[in-house]
Each structure stands twice: as structure tokens, then as C-alpha cells.
């Protein structure tokens, strides 16, 4: 079935750049999502990609997409401490509107 | 815009009992609505996915007998465990997808559920 793979760990200091990878499966993936989740909160949507895009920018953040890789990435500019948080790539493989998660990528900001 | 609400936060309650959580779209017509659990340090597992006015679709391995869900208008689903046991204990997300082409979910502040 459809895969997605992220590191589970990342670690920055305060005002690096962050880069969050995402592998996945299914190439017929339309759109891609990067969510975000605060402990003990719900997901907030931060952006997404159309699949016939290589990069969209959206102020800090930056999404790469490379479909013949099947590889996204999510970096994240000037990071803050207000930015740690588990960050979740969900393709979207078809019409039916349900997404893939994967484990997530647990991100640690150091002042 | 696209707010998502759910009711309670926090539940308590006793082995046996059912318990009934609420999802809501505020400022937007929920055509879809979704509910995943999640345990910690876990990625979300979807339980379910629900269309207004039609019964839900579970996912491989949910009972839908016991994990009642109805989606009655288009800005309400309600999630009802039936006779809880401890091991139902977990955090319960909701979303709602409109009828956009862009499939985007947002997502509830989720629901604790304990049981004892």
C-alpha cells in the first residue's frame, strides 16, 4: 500500500534553517500536504504542493518537490522556538480525499 | 477560516459507558469529515471517513458497532464509543474536507479520551 517515510528526529538552533524530508510511494499523488502539531493540539495545515509543481514559497517556508524521486521537503527559514512541533507530509494518491501519514518528523528548536 | 471545533477536549469515564464526541465546522460546509486516533508518539490512524447524509465507510479493522459515527449535517459528525474499555483510552481527531478540488483537511484540537 502506499508509504511515507520521514526522519523522526530533527534538531536546529534558533535562527537556523530547518529542512524536513518526506519520502513517499505513490506517484499519483495530486496534492501534498505539510502539516503541523503542537503537543496535545490537532493539525494545523501549514501548506501544500500541486504535483505538477517543483517548489512553492510561503513566506518561511519553502516546499520542494521532486516527482520522479517521489521526495518533498519542507524547509523552514529562521527558525523560532515557537516552530518545534511534529511536522507530518500527507500525500493525497487519489479523488477519495483521504491522505497518508507517516510517523512524523519531531522537531527541536534550541535557543 | 475552515475552523474545526470539537467537543469535549478532555473525557473521563467508566468502563462500559459510551461516550459521544462532537466535530464541528465552524465558518465552512463540511462534505467530508474524517476521524483518526492517535496514540502516543504515533502517527494518525483513520478510523473512518464520513459524507454528509450517508453511512461512513470504516477503515480495515475499526468496528463500526462500536465506534458509532453519524454525520448528520453538513457541519456536524458526532463519534460515539460504545461500551469503552481501557484500551479505547487514546486522543481522537477529527477533520473536514469541503468540496474544493484541493483535498486539504483541517483538523480539530482533538478529544482525550480516558477510560477507567
Known amino acids: 500500500g502506499e508509504d511515507v517515510e520521514q526522519s523522526l528526529f530533527l534538531s536546529v538552533r534558533e535562527g537556523d534553517s530547518s529542512v524536513i524530508n518526506c519520502t513517499y510511494t505513490?506517484?499519483?499523488?495530486?496534492?501534498l500536504y505539510w502539516y503541523k502539531q503542537e503537543p496535545g493540539a490537532g493539525l494545523q495545515l501549514l501548506t501544500y504542493?500541486?504535483?505538477n509543481m517543483d517548489m512553492k514559497q510561503d513566506q518561511r517556508l519553502t516546499v520542494l518537490l521532486n516527482k520522479k524521486d517521489k521526495h518533498l521537503s519542507l524547509r523552514i527559514a529562521d527558525t523560532q522556538t515557537g516552530d518545534s512541533a511534529i511536522y507530518f507530509c500527507?500525500?493525497?494518491?487519489?479523488?477519495?480525499?483521504?491522505?497518508?501519514w507517516g510517523l512524523g518528523t519531531s522537531l527541536a528548536v534550541n535557543p | 477560516g475552515a475552523v474545526v471545533s470539537q467537543h469535549p477536549s478532555r473525557v473521563i469515564c467508566k468502563s462500559g459507558t459510551s461516550v459521544k464526541i462532537e466535530c464541528r465546522s465552524l465558518?465552512?460546509?463540511?462534505?467530508?469529515m474524517f476521524w483518526y486516533r492517535q496514540f502516543p508518539k504515533q502517527s494518525l490512524m483513520l478510523m473512518a471517513t464520513?459524507?454528509?447524509?450517508?453511512?461512513?465507510?470504516?477503515e480495515q479493522g475499526v468496528e463500526k458497532d462500536k465506534f458509532l459515527i453519524n454525520h448528520a449535517s453538513l457541519t456536524l459528525s458526532t463519534l460515539t464509543v460504545t461500551s469503552a474499555h481501557p484500551e479505547d483510552s487514546s486522543f481522537y481527531i477529527c477533520?473536514?474536507?469541503?468540496?474544493?478540488?484541493?483535498?486539504?483537511?483541517?483538523f480539530g484540537p482533538g478529544t482525550r479520551l480516558t477510560v477507567t
Open positions: 504542493i500541486f504535483s
Open positions: 465558518d465552512f460546509q463540511a462534505t467530508t
Open positions: 500527507a500525500p493525497n494518491p487519489g479523488n477519495n480525499r483521504k491522505l497518508i
Open positions: 477533520s473536514a474536507s469541503d468540496s474544493g478540488g484541493s483535498y486539504e483537511q483541517y
Open positions: 464520513s459524507n454528509e447524509g450517508s453511512k461512513a465507510t470504516y
Open positions: 505513490d506517484s499519483s499523488s495530486t496534492y
